[in-house]
């Protein structure tokens, strides 16, 4: 078992940036990757980036340019760094974990751009 806390979400402007963090405990050697994804309200969870334990990272083509995701092995925490954030960015943003037989999610953190 996998358990997964995401921190760092908020409230900010328009052009504003924010880090997410989440910090995974547990059965961590059996992940093979770690990603975000995110839920608008009215709309389906998307995809948003992961990194998989070899380093190969991939980006939904919205956020590209504008999100990194990246970790830190020590601490078991992935990132997710969000520069020129956009109204559209407001979501409810979850991370998650991936073993062979089984993902394992985290409770969420809000995110939204507004003035």
């Known amino acids: 078992q996998v358990q997964l806390v995401e921190s760092g979400g908020g409230l900010v402007q328009p052009g504003g940036s924010l880090r997410l963090s989440c910090a995974a405990s547990?059965?961590?050697?059996?992940?093979?990757?770690m990603g975000w994804y995110r839920q608008a309200p009215g709309k389906q969870r998307e995809f948003v980036a992961t990194?998989?334990?070899?380093?190969?990272?991939s980006y939904a083509d919205s956020v590209k340019d504008r999100f990194t995701i990246s970790r830190d092995n020590a601490k078991n925490t992935v990132y997710l760094q969000m520069n020129s954030l956009k109204p559209e960015d407001t979501a409810v943003y979850y991370c998650n974990a991936n073993q062979i037989l089984k993902t394992s999610w985290g409770q969420g953190t809000q995110v939204t751009v507004s003035t």
């Open positions: 990194i998989t334990s070899g380093g190969q990272i």
């Open positions: 547990g059965r961590i050697s059996s992940v093979y990757a």
